[in-house]
């Protein structure tokens, strides 16, 4: 046995997060579940033997390199691990981790991606929002998001909430990708960062509206800041300064094939609820 990091990907859409909790579906009881049908972990065994994971993501979010390491035989490999995964939760990549290493606390950097949908055109009986999207706005609302903030007013977290996190968006048709980074984050923060910075683009809020939420006082609670959905986002990576990751080509062809199936399915819906909804005009 020796201590081995994995990369795995999920869709969260269908579980409570990643960290378990008791009565519902979380993606880390998917892989403990898998760990113990491969003997790779005790039944009795509350986790494996030096396991940590790098983030615990909400409810409904996904990932591309959520990050976990433990002890593991060298016969492991992110393929094994896969025959009793579920179809939705994917190892693709792995390393050999020195000891004592820890995926929470080694963590460099994590970046997230918010898919925000922002169509800048005109108004329009099928895209009814009040007022279109500016793009500048929101950029300008980033950058003052950017940088070292005590965010106790953008998470439920009573504690340990001065963070640092870069702010940057790419259009991409009707859509900005929002990459947000940061060593750390504090509960919700990615997504109420991205919901008040599309409140400031629509005209919802002024941009002073970020200069109350980062002062010292609290916001009271009717002018909060309520996050943005969560399955719009995915942890798309963290960073490891003394890792080096290696692609099972087999494994991330399985999961890539997974995936691919699951963009169609999504597509095909869209289509369906689409003519459903045209057909009533």
Same mark, same amino acid.
Request: proline share 7%.
């Given at each position: 046995?020796?201590?081995?990091?994995?990369?795995?990907?999920?869709?969260?859409?269908?579980?409570?997060?990643?960290?378990?909790?008791?009565?519902?579906?979380?993606?880390?009881?998917?892989?403990?579940?898998?760990?113990?049908?491969?003997?790779?972990?005790?039944?009795?065994?509350?986790?494996?033997?030096?396991?940590?994971?790098?983030?615990?993501?909400?409810?409904?979010?996904?990932?591309?390199?959520?990050?976990?390491?433990?002890?593991?035989?060298?016969?492991?490999?992110?393929?094994?691990?896969?025959?009793?995964?579920?179809? $939705?939760? %994917?190892?693709?990549? /792995?390393? +050999? @981790?020195?000891? #004592?290493? =820890?995926?929470? *606390?080694?963590?460099?950097?994590?970046?997230?991606?918010?898919?925000?949908?922002?169509?800048?055109?005109?108004?329009?009986?099928?895209?009814?929002?009040?007022?279109?999207?500016? $793009?500048? %706005?929101?950029?300008? /609302?980033? +950058? @003052?998001?950017? #940088?070292? =903030?005590?965010? *106790?007013?953008?998470?439920?977290?009573?504690?340990?909430?001065?963070?640092?996190?870069?702010?940057?968006?790419?259009?991409?048709?009707?859509?900005?990708?929002?990459?947000?980074?940061?060593?750390?984050?504090?509960?919700?923060?990615?997504?109420?960062?991205?919901?008040?910075?599309?409140?400031?683009?629509?005209?919802?809020?002024?941009?002073?509206?970020?200069?109350?939420?980062?002062?010292?006082?609290?916001?009271?609670?009717?002018?909060?800041?309520?996050?943005?959905?969560?399955?719009?986002?995915?942890?798309?990576?963290?960073?490891?300064?003394?890792?080096?990751?290696?692609?099972?080509?087999?494994?991330?062809?399985?999961?890539?094939?997974?995936?691919?199936?699951?963009?169609?399915?999504?597509?095909?819906?869209?289509?369906?609820?689409?003519?459903?909804?045209?057909?009533?005009?």
């Amino acid at each position: 046995m020796s201590l081995r990091a994995f990369r795995v990907a999920y869709d969260g859409t269908d579980y409570y997060g990643y960290q378990r909790q008791p009565d519902v579906p979380t993606v880390e009881d998917a892989i403990f579940d898998a760990l113990r049908a491969l003997e790779v972990c005790a039944l009795d065994a509350d986790k494996p033997d030096g396991y940590a994971a790098a983030g615990r993501t909400d409810a409904g979010v996904s990932a591309l390199a959520q990050t976990i390491a433990l002890e593991a035989p060298a016969w492991l490999t992110p393929r094994a691990l896969n025959a009793e995964l579920p179809a $939705d939760v %994917r190892a693709w990549a /792995a390393a +050999d @981790a020195p000891q #004592g290493f =820890h995926a929470t *606390h080694h963590a460099d950097r994590r970046e997230y991606t918010y898919h925000l949908y922002a169509p800048t055109g005109v108004p329009t009986a099928s895209e009814p929002a009040d007022s279109p999207f500016d $793009d500048e %706005r929101f950029r300008t /609302a980033c +950058d @003052a998001l950017s #940088g070292s =903030h005590d965010f *106790h007013n953008l998470t439920p977290d009573d504690h340990n909430t001065e963070r640092s996190p870069s702010i940057e968006a790419t259009r991409d048709d009707d859509y900005l990708a929002v990459t947000v980074s940061a060593g750390g984050f504090a509960r919700e923060l990615v997504r109420r960062l991205v919901s008040l910075a599309r409140d400031v683009a629509i005209g919802e809020e002024p941009l002073e509206k970020i200069d109350r939420v980062l002062a010292v006082d609290p916001v009271p609670g009717h002018e909060g800041v309520e996050p943005a959905p969560p399955e719009p986002l995915v942890l798309t990576d963290v960073y490891y300064p003394n890792l080096t990751f290696a692609v099972d080509e087999a494994a991330a062809a399985g999961a890539r094939a997974v995936f691919e199936r699951r963009r169609i399915d999504r597509r095909t819906g869209a289509r369906v609820a689409g003519q459903v909804s045209d057909g009533m005009r």
